[in-house]
Structures are given as structure tokens and as C-alpha cells.
């Protein structure tokens, strides 16, 4: 296996690995069940991503998929924050990314309120970014979105499998209830203060602790507070054992991931849609933090991690 000669960790497209232009991707493959024929044969294509291991890793997927298939790839991902990959696939820069339907819908369309069936949620950025030169493929089962988890001692003490179980235990045991939360969640419409109108939960300033992410699921795991704000595809919800409460009543925003491309790239390279929906459709919020956490938690190369799941997948092999 070979991969890529640099790989972009930071976002700052560092001057070694060729400042803005970025760098090929020379992984060793060649069509397994995607990529047949070499539809892309002659194609140069360049593929993006934000900066954070989820991104890396579709990044890497998306680059590895198009090379089976006869493309010539260059790797910019790695853009630091959000716009800086959007608006390199919405001005062709580059050619397309992994990019998630709450955030298209809310971040870049500029909505407030999130639709909460995933599908409707998708067909609306879908629909609504045409305009913008954009196409958005299928999108996967893969939702990085918000959640309250707990260490597995705790599941089992208290018996909440919910959100709705969350808020009837803040009601008849209210010392039993203690967050840990990030900032930004603490403050957002999205966050705490709407799914504590949504589900009806009283929770006590005092009950809730702000501090960094990785805390968070470090402090939910000890136990120090009963649950821990974390999101859903998170690699250290798997390491650290704990149970994600599911938001019965769907206030979270829907975050599927799905293919992002140029529309005037899709338009002339069409395969490109084929050769992306079976990989995107195995993508799930289980495959998402097994990944993750190769590389959060065991500390692997993004890029050998996405080869390696592609290999064993079957969608490439080893040219």
C-alpha cells in the first residue's frame, strides 16, 4: 500500500507539500467493486476536505475512489474551518468533498430551522444550492450530529436510553442529572437551551459544566458528570464505552455526510455519481467511529486509514 507524498494535517497547506496547489495522490490501486472500465481515465481531479479526522478520512476515501478509476488526483484537504472547502468546490478549485447537510443547510444556505426527516433535510440543500454551481450526491447514513452519551455504569444505574429518559430522570432525581458541555453548545438554539425546551428537561445551572471538548468525553467516561455532550460519529464514544442517548423526538439537525461536487465537473465526468454511491452508502455512524478512532484514539495516518478500509471493503485492490 502507497499513498499519498503529503497528506494535510493542519489546513494550513503547508509550504513543503506545495503551499496552495496541494499534492498527487499516489496510492497503489486499481478497480475492485467500484471503478471498472476506468471511467475517469484522463481525468484530473482534485478533492478537498476540512481539517478534523473525519474530513481527512472522507477526503482520503473520495481521492481513492477516483483514482480506481482512472483519475488523476490531487489531495487538498485539510482546509482549515468550514468555508475554505466550500468555496473551493463552489468555485471549481476544486472538484468536489464530503460535506454534511446541516451544515450546507444552516452554515452556507443560511436557515435557522433544520428539517428534521434526514432525507427532506438533504433534498432541500440539494435543491437549494443548484444555484450556487453545486450538485450534492446521494447522501450516507452517516450523521455527525449532536448527542448526550454516559458511561456504561451509568446506563445501567439509571436506565435512560433517551433523550425523553433524560428529562423524566431531571424531574424525579434532579441532583442525578449533571452535564458536561462545550461552550458553544451551552449557548445554541441547537444546543442545550432548545433540547431543554424541546424535551422539557430543569436542569439547574450548577448541574451543567462547561469545558473543552476532549474533556468532555473523559469526564462522561470517570463518571464526573452523568452525561457528556459529544457528537455521534466520535471514535472515543467506541474506546471509552459510552451510551449515546437517542433523540427520540428528532430536535438534533440532521449532519449526513454526501458527496459535494462542481457541477460543471459532474457534467462532464456523470461516473463520477456511480463510482460514489456504493462507497457512500456503506458509510454509518459505526463505520464513522471505528475509523475516527484508528486515528483519535491509536493514533494512525488518516489516509492509510481510509486505504485500508477501501481495500477491505473490496471497493479497490492493491494494483
Known amino acids: 500500500m502507497r499513498r499519498a507524498a503529503c497528506l494535510l494535517l493542519t489546513g494550513a497547506l503547508v509550504s513543503a507539500c ?11 490501486v486499481r478497480p475492485g467493486s467500484i471503478g471498472k472500465g476506468e471511467p475517469l481515465k ?8 476540512k481539517e478534523f479526522s473525519e474530513q481527512l478520512i472522507l477526503g482520503a476515501i473520495m481521492g481513492i475512489a477516483f483514482q480506481a478509476a482512472g483519475a488523476d488526483v490531487l489531495d487538498r484537504t485539510g482546509i482549515q474551518g468550514s468555508i475554505g472547502s466550500r468555496e473551493a468546490v463552489k468555485s471549481g478549485a476544486a472538484d ?23 432525507r427532506e433535510q438533504w ?11 453545486v450538485t450534492w450526491l446521494e447522501p450516507s447514513p452517516l450523521n455527525n450530529t449532536y448527542a448526550l452519551a454516559m458511561n456504561r455504569a451509568n446506563a445501567e444505574k439509571y436506565g435512560t436510553k433517551t433523550l425523553s429518559d433524560v428529562a423524566e430522570l431531571a424531574k424525579k432525581d434532579p441532583g442525578a442529572v449533571t452535564l458536561c458541555v462545550e461552550n458553544q453548545f ?12 424541546e424535551y422539557g428537561m430543569d436542569i439547574p445551572a450548577k448541574n451543567v459544566t462547561q469545558m473543552d471538548t476532549g474533556i468532555i468525553y473523559t469526564q462522561a467516561a ?20 459510552l451510551v449515546v442517548m437517542e433523540d427520540d423526538k428528532k430536535f438534533f439537525p440532521n449532519y449526513n455526510a454526501a458527496p459535494m461536487v462542481h457541477t460543471k465537473t459532474l457534467e462532464e465526468y456523470p461516473e463520477i455519481a456511480d463510482i460514489l454511491a ?8 459505526t463505520v464513522a467511529r471505528e475509523l475516527n478512532a484508528k486515528v483519535d484514539v491509536e493514533g494512525e495516518d488518516p489516509h492509510e486509514v481510509a486505504l485500508e478500509w477501501m481495500l477491505q471493503e473490496g471497493f479497490v485492490e492493491e494494483g
Open 18 to 28: 506545495g503551499l496552495t496547489s496541494g499534492s498527487p495522490m499516489v496510492d497503489d
Open 123 to 133: 433534498e432541500a440543500v440539494r435543491d437549494a444550492d443548484r444555484e450556487n454551481g
Open 222 to 241: 470517570k463518571g464526573s458528570c452523568t452525561f457528556g455532550e459529544v457528537f455521534t460519529t466520535d471514535g472515543r464514544i467506541k474506546s471509552m464505552d
Open 42 to 49: 484522463g481525468a484530473d481531479l482534485t478533492v478537498t476536505s
Open 186 to 197: 451551552a449557548n445554541r438554539a441547537d444546543g442545550l437551551p432548545g433540547m431543554a425546551k
Open 278 to 285: 456504493p462507497v457512500t452508502k456503506k458509510l454509518n455512524n
Open 96 to 118: 468536489a468533498d464530503y460535506e454534511y447537510t446541516g451544515t450546507g443547510w444552516i452554515n452556507y444556505l443560511g436557515n435557522t430551522e433544520p428539517l428534521p426527516d434526514p
